[in-house]
């Protein structure tokens, strides 16, 4: 069994950057695929950004591809999300998600573990 806790959401202005951590505990984190998900109000859950167990491969959804970038480090159980120049359609609750697998998935029900979640809000 994970547990994921998300951190570092709040609130910025458009242009700005934060960044989220996204703790584990429990089971091997390095045997994980990890994932950023966000739900915005009255939206469906998306696919952010995704990262293979070793790091070695990436992917980004094509509306924050070029501003945000996931990463991970083993050896401390988190995995990251930089986010830079932020947007308000950006404005969602972001979750990480654990993935018994070391390749990523962008659909969330192929995800096991998740986060509570971290409420993002970016002002114009």
């Known amino acids: 069994q994970v547990q994921l806790v998300e951190s570092g959401g709040g609130l910025v202005q458009a242009g700005g950057s934060l960044r989220l951590s996204c703790a584990a505990s429990?089971?091997?984190?390095?045997?994980?695929?990890m994932a950023w998900f966000r739900q915005a109000p009255g939206k469906e859950r998306e696919v952010v950004a995704a990262?293979?167990?070793?790091?070695?491969?990436?992917y980004y959804s094509d509306s924050v591809k070029g501003r945000f970038t996931i990463s991970r480090d083993n050896a401390k159980k988190t995995v990251y999300l930089q986010m830079n120049s932020l947007k308000p359609e950006d404005t969602a609750v972001y979750y990480c998600?654990?993935?018994?697998?070391?390749?990523?998935?962008?659909?969330?029900?192929?995800?096991?573990?998740w986060g509570q979640g971290t409420q993002v809000t970016v002002s114009s």
């Open positions: 990262i293979s167990w070793g790091g070695g491969t990436t």
């Open positions: 429990g089971g091997s984190f390095s045997s994980y695929a």
């Open positions: 998600a654990a993935r018994r697998s070391s390749v990523i998935r962008v659909n969330g029900h192929e995800y096991n573990y």
